[in-house]
């Protein structure tokens, strides 16, 4: 370094702003700023100075001669700006455990946890776990929908803000929207909780929570969910639900004028073809649509 004193200084925001300039124009000043950087973000121990003190008084020293290793200030400074890096990369690798997937609008992904249970994502959903701690609690937490392939081992449970499911193995879908949970079991068996409701699933059954009301389903035979197959498929679900899987799938806004959304809806929509999809929807009910870009209006035609 051309003026170490003027570095120190800077290092104790000492320097004037004539003299901060000066330091910017030496080739030395960008490995001041990452050491400033990343000292700034660590914290220095605790430490108990009456104790030490103490500590300092009570044990029998021993002088030796220390051995002077002769070091120049500018490599000083690139071995901190070194070791700071390495101390905060080595924070991040062993305490950022957290593992996150995501999806967007009309996106599905498929995932393999730890033990080789396999998950599929729909479109526009969360999924997060720590795999530090996965071999003694399989415990992930998915906001959105996604569907379960479990291998067997200890207790599996999948979280959401509406309710918890608990496995051993099995395959099951789990659909947490606003305002709307339901858990369906394809094999094996499930344990639903929310609130002081708990029931136990069995293939072909179903626990669905609308609005905060437990809903009765009829069993179904299917063997895995419609979604899997590029396909929304649902049995007496409110048209509103049916309206928000459109939006997801197609990234589109559905508005709707003099038309009943609490109305149930059973049948199914492509993810392949917007048009045919809003046709299976608003035909069955009675419906037309007008699009303009992304904008969609249902409207029922018998008004018009």
């Known amino acids: ?58 044990k029998n020293l021993k002088k030796e001669e220390p051995k002077v290793i002769p070091l120049n200030f500018k490599t000083f400074l690139r071995v901190a700006a070194i070791l700071v890096v390495l101390l905060t990369s080595s924070y991040f690798l062993f305490f950022n455990s957290i593992k ?19 998950v599929v994502l729909n479109a526009q959903s969360d999924l997060t776990f720590n795999k530090k701690s996965w071999k003694d609690s399989r415990t992930l937490t998915l906001d959105g929908e996604a569907y379960f392939k479990v291998t067997k081992g200890q207790k599996f449970t999948v ?44 293939p072909g059954k179903t626990f669905r929570l609308v609005d905060g009301q437990v809903i009765n389903v009829e069993d179904f035979k299917a063997t895995s969910p419609a ?37 149930p809806f059973t049948g199914s929509f492509t993810h392949t073809d917007k048009d045919i999809a809003l046709q299976s929807v608003t035909i069955p009910l009675k419906l037309s649509y007008k699009t ?13």
């Open 100 to 118: 996150s997937y995501s999806t967007d609008i009309a996106q599905t992904e498929t995932l393999r946890l730890p033990d080789d249970s396999q």
């Open 227 to 263: 979604w899997l197959s590029k396909e929304s498929s649902f049995i007496n679900v409110p048209l509103w639900q049916v309206i928000a899987e459109l939006e997801i799938q197609y990234d589109i806004q559905i508005s709707t004028k003099d038309v009943n959304i609490t109305e």
């Open 1 to 58: 370094m051309k003026n170490e004193n003027d570095i120190l200084k800077w290092f104790d925001n000492e320097l004037s702003e004539l003299e901060i300039e000066r330091l910017k124009t030496t080739e030395d000043f960008e490995v001041l700023n990452k050491i400033a950087h990343y000292a700034s973000q660590m914290q220095a121990p605790q430490i108990d100075a009456d104790k030490a003190l103490e500590q300092f008084k009570t």
């Open 292 to 304: 303009n870009g992304k904008k969609v209006e249902f409207y029922n035609y018998e008004s018009n």
């Open 159 to 202: 979280q959401t803000e509406i309710g918890n499911v608990q496995v051993l193995g099995t395959e099951f879908n789990v659909k947490e929207r606003e305002n709307y949970f339901e858990v369906t079991c394809y094999e094996g068996s499930v344990q639903v909780t929310q609130n002081e409701n708990s029931k136990v699933l069995t």
